[in-house]
């Protein structure tokens, strides 16, 4: 599985952004999604997860009620909307494919190369 991210950009505080996360493979629909992110000077820290359902989702408190994450089987495709965006959502975002739904970075076994997301105060 290849991943590619985009839709990463600066936007002021309150804002939106969503975030797509195309895959290649006909593997796709085998894999849970997840996005993380990682900030300047710090580790790459969960954001969200998609598993094979709606209720496989799962999310970081510091981003709940704020993100949605989304999968398109169909088109391999997999979203992060970002909403009432803040300072402190600036970092890096990846997509990653696992075979379970995890919210730490060792079960996923594919990256994207990120995209970066830069809120303004």
């Known amino acids: 599985v290849q991943l590619q991210a985009s839709g990463g950009g600066l936007v002021q505080a309150g804002g939106s952004l969503r975030l797509s996360c195309a895959a290649s493979?006909?593997?796709?629909?085998?894999?849970?999604m997840g996005w993380f992110r990682q900030a300047p000077g710090k580790g790459r820290e969960f954001v969200a997860v998609?598993?094979?359902?709606?209720?496989?989702?799962r999310y970081a408190d510091s981003v709940k009620g704020r993100f949605t994450i989304s999968r398109d089987t169909a088109k391999n495709m997999v979203y992060l909307q970002m909403n009432s965006l803040k300072p402190e959502d600036t970092a890096v975002y990846y997509c990653?494919?696992?075979?379970?739904?995890?919210?730490?970075?060792?079960?996923?076994?594919?990256w994207g190369q990120g995209t970066l997301v830069t809120v303004s105060s």
């Open positions: 990653a494919a696992g075979k379970v739904v995890a919210t730490t970075t060792a079960p996923y076994d594919y």
């Open positions: 493979g006909r593997t796709f629909s085998s894999y849970a």
């Open positions: 998609f598993g094979w359902s709606a209720g496989s989702t």
